[in-house]
C-alpha cells in the first residue's frame, strides 16, 4: 500500500470543494473500520464528484469505503486496506418524489427518519422499520440489506427497490432498474448491490416504490411457555388466511428487552413472546384480533393482548433496534443474522440456546417468522468472555447452521473488532456461490479498491 | 464436424434424446415472437449431470447453446439465433418437492407454470408469477424472463417467487445459488440469474415460494364509453392508494374479437373494459371493491358489476387470458409491444398509441396490466404484405420511445431477447451497457451461451430488429 503525498490528496479538493477534505484526527476517528482509519476523508456532493474521485483513488489505488450515517460500518469483514473515506452525507436529496405514481428516487445520503417524514405528509411510508434510525442513510441501509420486521408483508429492500444509479470501482458511473413498477429490462444489477456493503459500487441514487399507509392498524402479543409452542402459532397464523404486516418472535432474553418497564405488570417477561401487527379498515383489524386470539389458545398461549398505540409504538422500536440495543448493553455482543426455513426455527433455536448455555453465555434471540432469526450472545452482566471461547462458538453455530436438518446460512453481523481475524469469521466457510461472487466483484471493481476484504469469500 | 458432436450427444444421452431432422429442427425455429433461427440440433437433457456434460460438448465443439422451455417467451429469448444446440427442458419437468410447512416447492425448469399451482391446490396454496401463457409456459423460462402475469401487481414478478436456483455453468459446473430460506447471506446472485435469458447460465432446478389462497376474491368489470375515463380510473385507483390484485384493460376493438370468440358477456359497443381483482379477508375485499366502484363510476363508467359466480369470473379472466388467441380471428398476424410507463401517464400514452395507429395505418388493439403501467399494445398485420410489415416494426419502434421519454421502460415482462437488444442505448448508456456486458462475459466468457440476445450487437444500433420474415404469430401473453 503505498500512501499517497499531501499534495496528491489536494486533488481530492479540487473535485469536491474546499472544507470537503477531512484529514484532522477526530474526524478519521470517526470514520474508522473495523479499527483501522483512513488517511483522509472526502465529502461528495453529487454523482459527477463520486465518479471523480473514484477515478483519482482507482488511479492511486487507494482503497475506498463509502459511509453515510456511519451506523454500520461495524457490519462486514475487517478491511484489508482502508485509504479514503468517501463520505455521502451530504448526498441527501429527495431527488424526485411522484405521490400520485408512488414511485420515489433519492440520494444515498437522505436519512431514513427524514424521508419518512417526507412521505408521511402524503400518508405514503418505506417498509424501512431498520436498525440505527436516527442515523441510518438509505444509501447505508440499502448496502447492509438491513432486516426490517415489515418485510413479512411488504418484502426487503431488494424486492421494492426499482432501480439505482452508482459508480464502479473504474470510476464509471452506471445505472441498472428503472423508476417503473414493473421492468425487466436489462440485467438487474441493482440487486447485487443490495447487501454489498460498498463493495461492488458507491450508489448514488435509489429508486424506490413507495407504499400507502394503511387505514388502522393493530398490535397483539401472545406468550408462550416453550419456543416450539410460540412456533407452532407462528405455523397456524401462516397456514390462516391472514396476512399480518409482522410476526416477531421473542425468546425470554428478548422478551425482557421489549417488555420492561411498564409492561411488566402486563406481560410475564420470563416467557416467549409473538408480537403479530395487523393492518387495515378497523373490521379487518377487529377481525385479527379475534382470529389470532383463538390461533393463540389453540397453541396453548398463556397470555393474549392487544397493545394501545403507545405501547405498540414502543415496541415497535424496540424490535426494530434491535441489534443496537444488544450492543448497547454490551459492546462484545456477538450478533448473527441467520436465513432459515420457518419450519426449522425452532429446533436452531433449541440448538443455539444449548451452544450458548454450554459457554455460559447470555443467549437473546428475535426471529422473523418468514424465516430471518437474530441470534446474540453475551457475556452475562459484568463479566467477559475469553477470546477463544467465541473464536470456538462463532465455529460452533456456523457448523450448526450448515447441518443439512438446518438448512441455514448464517453471517456475523456484530462482533468485536478484534475477532474478525479472517473473513470466515464473519462470513462463516466457504461456500461454492462465493467463486460466483467474486467473478461479479471482478465485473464491477477489476482494481479492487472498493472496500476491498469486507465481504465474503474475501472480497 | 457436426454428425460427430451428434453422434457423442446421442451416446451420452441416448438416441430418444437429441433431435437432428430438418423437419424436426424446423419446429424449433420460433417461439411465441416474430423471430426465427434454425438450431443445428435439439437436445432433451433427463439431469443437471446431462447438462452439464451436453454444456461440455458444445464447449469441445465451440458451438452456442440455447436453453428452451416451451417456446412461448415474446422476445425471442429461446430462438438460436446463432444456431448451434438447443436444450429443451421438456424432459425436465418434476415437481422435486413440496414443502407445504415452509410455503416452498422446488421444480425442474421444464414444469409448466399452471401445473404447479394445480399440484398444491388442494393445500390451498399457488404459485404467483401467472403470465397468460400459463397453460403451457415452464418455470425455468419464467426464471429466465422474470415473468409476470395480471396478479404480479399484488404478489410481484418471479424475482420476489425465487429463492434458490441450481445451475450449470458455461464450463459445465453445477453450482446451487440461494436456498430454500427466504434470503441467503452474500451478493444476491438470485436476483442477477433472474430475469438474464438464459445468457448467464442454465437452471436445471428451482426453489419457489408458494404462496396461500385468500380467503376472498373479488372481480369487478368496468365499461366505459371513453378511453380516456378509463385510464383516468386506472390513475385515480393508485392514487387513492387503492390496491387491488390485478387491474387490467382491454378496449373496445380487442373486446369485440374476445367476446365473439370467447362469449364471456363483455359488451360490444363500449369503448373499453376494466377488469380488476380484490383479494383478501372477506371485510377488506368488500370495502375495496367498493371503494374502486365508486371510483369507478366517478370517472363515467357506463356499468360496474362483479362477477356473481366463480364460473362468472374464470369465464371474465379467460377473455382476458385468450385475448391474443382471440385475435387471430381478426387478422393473420399480429405484433405485441411490452411498455412499461409511470402509472399516472396512462392517458396520454392511449391517446399517443391512438395517434401512432391513425399516422402507419394500423389497427392497434390494447390488452394490458394497467395497473402497473405495462402496456401491451397489439399491431394487427399480414405477413403476405411486407410494406405493411415495415410499418408495423416503425410503429412499435415509436411506441417504445414513447414509453421511454415519459419515464418509462422498454419491457415490463416479456424480456429484451433479440427483439429489442437494439433499443437498449435508448434506457442505458455505453457505461450501463458495458458493464452489462463485463457480468456476461464473467459467466458466459465465450459468449456461447444465447448469443445476440439482451445486450445490442452494436449493428442498427437504436432499432427494433426487423426479422426477414416474421414467424408465425404468438400464441398468447
Redesign the interface.
Known sequence: MTRPAQASLSRLEDIAGSGALLTGEAELAARAVCGMQPIAAVMASSAEQVAAILQFAAAEKLAVIPMGGRSKLGIGSSPTRYDLALDLSRMNRVLSY??????LGVEPGVRIEDLLRTLGEQ??FLPLAVPFAKRATIGGIVAA?SSSPL?HAY??V??FCLGMEFV?GDG?????G????????????H??L???LGT?GVITRVNFRTF??PHSQGMFVASFSSAEAAFDFC?AV??S???PQMVEVANPGTAALIFSGEFATRLEPRTWIVIVSAA??P??VQ?YQRELGQLAGAAAAEDFLPLSDYEASSVMVKIQEFPRLMMERDASALIF?I??????LAPLVAKLRVLAAQRELDFVALARA???LYAAFLPPRENSAAPETLTQLIAEVYRTCGQSET?????LEWCPAELKNSPEIV??PA???????Q??K???DSQNILAPGR???GI | MQTQLIRELEALLGKQAVLSSPEDLMLYEYDGSVELGSPRVIVFPSSAKDVSGIVRLANRYEVPIVGRGAGTGLSGGAIARSGGLVIAFSRMNRILEIDAANLRAVVQPGVVNLDLSRAVEHLGLFFAPDPSSQKSCTIGGNVSENSGGPHTLAYGVTTNHVTGVELVLTDGEIVRIGGRSIETSGYDLNGLLVGSEGTLALVTEITVRLMRKPEAVKTLLAVYDTLDDTTESVVSITVRAITPAACEMLDGFTLRAVEDYVHAGFPKDCAAVLLIEVEGLTEAVESQAAEITEVCREHRAREVRAARSEQERALLWRGRKEAFGAMGRISPMYYVQDGVIPRTRLPETLRRIEEISRKYDLQIGNIFHAGDGNLHPLILFDERNREQFARVVAAGGEIMRHCVEVGGALTGEHGIGMEKNELMPLIFTPDDLELMQRVRDSFNPAGRLNPGKVLPMGKACGEIRVPPTPASAAIST
Open positions: 411522484d405521490p400520485q405514481d408512488l414511485t400518508k405514503q440489506n418485510r418484502g426487503a431488494r424486492d464502479t464509471k458511473q452506471a445505472k441498472s428503472g423508476r417503473v413498477v414493473k421492468n425487466v429490462t436489462g440485467y438487474d444489477l440487486k447485487l443490495v447487501g454489498s461492488l400507502p399507509m405455523r401462516s397456514h388466511v391472514l396476512t387495515g379498515q373490521a379487518v377481525r443474522r436465513n432459515a426455513v420457518p419450519g426449522l418468514a424465516g430471518i438448512q441455514a446460512t448464517a453471517m462470513w462463516g461456500r461454492p456461490d462465493f467463486a460466483l461472487m467473478r461479479v471482478k465485473s464491477f465481504f465474503a469469500g
